[in-house]
């Protein structure tokens, strides 16, 4: 298959740029982040305390976790219930990265996600696709943009999708906790791959990123053939 990675902190903008490239060059978007936050959800929604390893482990046992396409949108199945509407909000987002950190959470995603991409092209963004899903990606792409930018970004999509938040401040704060135990844990961490291409885009408008990945693509596409 022709697989794409993306990595990078959160709030650069991966999951915006990824969905676009996925539509403008015909590959299908995976969003493993809405996995995680899946879980996440699902967790704390029964109960379990997310700090606490060894109840979450208990409970993933029996979850059962599935991803499919509707209208070319991923949605999330967690034991038969479609839980993509609940997970796009700041509290999903800490929760996920709470449970990220364990390894019988990573197999878990890794399971659906490597199986998605064996079987479709995909565009696929999280923290560690190119490090250790897809190793062999056409192309690694590593999208970031300082804390403050992303703070806003952030904002502006929670904004957008009327969705509770702080304030600026605060989130900056989340999304900085955030980068650092995702790029901290012992298991995956969040890093470049050494043949990943780096994008900082704190100074460039969307379609500049759009544009910038597609041109990639097309030049990952070529060195194929
Ligand atoms: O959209 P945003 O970048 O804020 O986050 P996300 O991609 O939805 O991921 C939420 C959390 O899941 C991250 O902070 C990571 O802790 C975790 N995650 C991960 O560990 N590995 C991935 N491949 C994707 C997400």
Do not use: W
């Not at 949108?73 to 967690?78: D, E, G, I, P, W």
């Amino acid at each position: 298959m022709f697989n794409v990675a993306i990595d990078g902190p959160g709030g650069a903008g991966k999951s915006s740029v990824a969905k676009a490239a996925a539509s403008l060059m015909g590959l299908s978007y995976v969003d493993s982040g809405a996995l995680y936050r899946s879980i996440g959800y699902v967790l704390s929604k029964t109960g379990v305390d997310l700090n606490a390893p060894s109840a979450i482990e208990e409970k993933l046992q029996d979850m059962e976790l599935e991803l499919f396409y509707q209208d070319h949108a991923q949605h999330v199945l967690v034991n038969g219930e479609d839980v993509t509407a609940y997970i796009r909000t700041q509290e999903a987002g800490n929760g996920a990265s709470k449970i990220a950190v364990l390894e019988s959470v990573r197999n878990k995603v890794n399971e659906v996600i490597r199986k998605t991409a064996s079987s479709l092209d995909v565009i696929m963004d999280g923290r560690d696709i190119g490090t250790v899903v897809l190793p062999d990606a056409s192309l690694k792409l590593f999208i970031t943009a300082s804390s403050e930018v992303r703070a806003l970004r952030r904002l502006t999509e929670l904004e957008a999708a009327g969705k509770p938040h702080g304030d600026l401040e605060t989130i900056k704060r989340e999304i900085e906790e955030r980068d650092y135990r995702d790029s901290h844990r012992e298991i995956a961490p969040l890093k470049m791959a050494e043949d990943g291409v780096l994008l900082d885009t704190t100074d460039m408008k969307l379609y500049e990123v759009v544009y910038q990945v597609c041109r990639l693509i097309d030049e990952a596409r070529e060195k194929r053939t």
